[in-house]
């Protein structure tokens, strides 16, 4: 596979900075880190003021480059908007993936047990049950995760990194499942939400049904 750097730099720096044989093309320009993926590599440039120059006017969400931004600003608005449930997702495809919550399709079937999933990355993160793989360890602990969002919330016990903030009071949060929970406090209203991704629901059943994307357990009537 090739990667392409993503930040201006000579490719001879890629080569020597593969300390676990894993290649690590986004590289921090202001303290000079490299990052296995282009997430990760965004999570930290957070802890670097002014170095994600886009910004979202509407959750205070930074980005690298205006093209991200505007993707992202997509969530915001109607245009690609979920008939069953109202949610906003950033393009066609986001969407397509997202409907099958409500449609219950599981087109992704794992070869070892059997179980079957919405989506493709889904898959092959329960794939790693069976095979045990953690293939994201944490440079400054060495601590290993399955996958690369847990690696990336796990990262910010040592950058202390909070970049998830309540738009009614002053608190922020370092998961976004934790900002979702404290939003309840300045609601009357009961919500569900989904222990493995953070999204909330109206009610208990329609939580019920989309967890079986994560878990791949039957929903008995």
């Not at 880190?33 to 170095?51: A, D, L, N, Q, V």
């Not at 989506?119 to 944490?138: A, P």
């Not at 009071?169 to 009961?190: A, G, I, P, W």
């Amino acid at each position: 596979m090739n990667f392409k750097v993503k930040i201006e730099a000579d490719s001879n720096d890629i080569t020597e900075h593969l300390q676990d044989g894993k290649r690590r093309p986004y590289l921090c320009t202001v303290c000079n880190k490299w990052f296995i993926t282009k997430r990760i590599w965004i999570r930290h440039m957070r802890i670097h003021p002014g170095s994600l120059p886009f910004s979202c006017t509407q959750c205070e969400k930074r980005f690298a480059n205006e093209y991200s931004m505007r993707h992202h600003m997509n969530v915001h608005s109607s245009k690609y908007k979920c008939t069953e449930c109202g949610k906003c997702c950033r393009g066609n495809q986001e969407l397509t993936v997202h409907r099958r919550i409500h449609s219950l399709e599981k087109p992704f079937e794992c070869a070892t047990c059997g179980k079957r999933f919405a989506r493709s990355d889904y898959l092959v993160t329960h794939s790693r049950i069976h095979t045990g793989e953690k293939r994201y360890k944490c440079l400054e602990c060495g601590k290993a995760f399955s996958q690369s969002c847990s690696l990336t919330d796990h990262m910010r016990v040592h950058t202390g990194d909070k970049p998830y903030k309540c738009s009614r009071c002053d608190k922020s949060f370092s998961q976004s499942t934790t900002l979702q929970r404290h939003l309840r406090v300045h609601s009357d209203n009961e919500s569900y939400d989904c222990p493995y991704c953070g999204m909330i629901f109206k009610n208990s059943y329609n939580r019920a049904c989309h967890l079986q994307i994560h878990t791949g357990a039957k929903l008995h009537s």
